[in-house]
């Protein structure tokens, strides 16, 4: 039986520059379509919803306000990929978890933003990824994998193929400012994401989503040494 799976997509893979990458989104939605192994795929927000946050944080908001504004921008994010996925998706962006529950039947992939304030869409993949029994978690993003240092900013940063719970935990206290809790600055693990697959010891693997190539051939299990795995056990 094929191993069950979550896609979490950040949302810098859904936009070019300030346009929404229609290509891009229906390159992946026809990679999944038509698959029996996909659960469900959880949409970040990207820089759109930083954008928002910005200007709710230039207003005075507070924290949790500029989570919400996040969260409502990921489920737009969400329902752009529901309607690349056609009759694959179930139709509505679930809210919360019980949405999960009450919607398993109908067998169609669910497809989430943010659930509640604190946390990244992230953690929104680990917690529908623990609820919905899946094997595997598969984070998209636009490097190819955890680095030891941010690669945007540093040359020499080296990736990890393979990372243990404690040294990725020990990554995150290193790499934490007082910026990393605030609404649109959760990093790629944030601090729920790591307590959720510590208990439920999901197979995590993160790698780039800039060439969907490389998606394709990891759910044909074409490749097995791609980005970072998160070693659970
Ligand atoms: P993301 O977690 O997607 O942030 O949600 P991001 O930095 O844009 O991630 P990528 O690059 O797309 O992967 C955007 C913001 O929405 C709020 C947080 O403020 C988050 O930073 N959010 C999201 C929540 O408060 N709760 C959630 O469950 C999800």
Redesign the pocket.
């Known amino acids: 039986m094929s191993p069950k799976r979550v896609i979490?997509i950040?949302?810098?893979l859904l936009f070019e520059g300030e346009d929404i990458n229609t290509k891009k989104i229906n390159e992946f939605c026809s990679i999944i379509r038509k698959r029996d192994d996909i659960l469900a795929v959880i949409?970040?927000?990207?820089?759109i919803?930083?954008k928002y946050?910005q200007a709710l944080r230039d207003f005075g908001v507070n924290e949790a306000k500029?989570?919400?504004?996040?969260?409502y921008?990921?489920r737009l994010n969400a329902k752009l990929i529901i309607e690349g996925l056609k009759d694959d998706a179930y139709p509505l962006v679930p809210e919360s978890i019980e949405d999960l529950s009450r919607n398993l039947l109908f067998n169609k992939i669910f497809v989430l933003?943010?659930?509640?304030?604190?946390?990244?869409?992230?953690?929104?993949a680990f917690e529908v990824s623990e609820f919905l029994n899946a094997n595997e978690l598969l984070i998209l993003?636009?490097v190819e994998g955890i680095f030891d240092k941010d690669p945007k900013n540093n040359s020499d940063a080296k990736k990890f193929d393979e990372l243990s719970i404690e040294k990725l935990q020990n990554l995150i206290v290193d790499s934490s400012s007082k910026t990393q809790a605030a609404?649109?600055?959760?990093r790629?693990f944030d601090a729920v994401s790591l307590q959720i697959l510590k208990r439920s010891k999901i197979k995590v693997r993160i790698f780039s989503g800039t060439n969907l190539n490389l998606l394709k051939k990891v759910l044909d299990e074409k490749i097995s040494n791609v980005g970072t795995i998160i070693n659970s056990k």
């Open positions: 979490k950040g949302g810098s949409c970040g927000g990207g820089a919803a930083r946050i500029c989570d919400v504004m996040g969260i921008i990921s933003g943010g659930l509640q304030p604190g946390q990244s869409t992230t953690s929104v993003t636009d609404a649109g600055e959760y790629i």
